[in-house]
């Protein structure tokens, strides 16, 4: 059998359900909150999401968590307070992230293209989302993946991205090779997925809740709800079938 994207979309949210990205860290618990980010966001929603973005580069979003707790709770969830603050600090806050010093100095670099913009989330947005993320990709340590979240995620803007499960999923589902590049990975649900800021957002959630629960680096294939699209699956159950 096949699917399409939007075939798959619907079927693992009738599995997961909605999901609420992006998860906002509650300071009085610090675990997570879905579903709180309104369709304009506050500034201090979407500089959290951006601080987000970066330190979850190679590591578990409960990491994360505690490493944005820890910022919330010293007060320099800022990017003004941040830019003041020395690396050396900011690194021992973030520490649960894993590569605090590169990724406090990662932090820097944006808040540095971010002050040449007045600090001011105004004067980007005002920009064509293909400038923006121009901008965003010539910032040190940011790259394609990490500027789409902060495109989707903080900016609301269409974009979809393309993470380690979208790669995994997709690839074993046979729309594409786990070795294709990330623009022709993202090409693919762009041209083949036609929705909107919302339904992106969904989606990679989606695709994450699946890659971490279900589609592991050893798979969980008898517990997957699109497992009968899958040619991973499909051509394990022959090989089996054939070794009977």
């Known amino acids: 059998m096949t699917a399409d994207p939007a075939a798959l979309y619907r079927l693992l949210k009738k599995e997961y359900g909605p999901q609420g990205w992006w998860p906002l860290v509650n300071i009085e618990t610090g675990l997570s909150c879905y579903g709180v980010i309104r369709k304009n966001p506050v500034y201090d929603e979407m500089f959290e999401v951006i601080t987000g973005s970066i330190l979850t580069q190679g590591v578990a979003w409960k990491n994360v968590e505690k490493a944005i707790n820890n910022l919330k709770k010293s007060g320099v969830l800022n990017p003004r307070l941040m830019k003041d603050t020395p690396n050396s600090v900011i690194a021992e806050m973030i520490k649960p992230s894993g590569y605090f010093n590169q990724k406090a100095l990662k932090l820097k670099n944006f808040i540095e293209w971010f002050e040449k913009k007045e600090f001011s989330f105004d004067n980007i947005l005002k920009h064509k989302t293909s400038d923006i993320r121009q901008e965003l990709l010539s910032i040190k340590g940011i790259g394609p993946e990490t500027a789409d979240y902060i495109l989707l995620y903080a900016f609301n803007r269409k974009i979809f991205v393309v993470d380690a499960y979208t790669k995994r999923i997709f690839s074993r589902l046979g729309m594409f090779s786990h070795e294709s590049r ?35 680096g050893k798979p969980l294939c008898d517990k997957c709800s699109i497992s009968d699209y899958c040619a991973y699956y499909t051509s394990n159950i022959y090989n089996s079938s054939s070794k009977d």
């Open 182 to 216: 990330y623009d022709e990975v993202q090409s693919f649900f762009h041209s083949g997925f036609p929705g909107n800021v919302k339904i992106y957002n969904e989606y990679h959630a989606l695709i994450v809740a699946h890659g971490k629960d279900i589609c592991r």
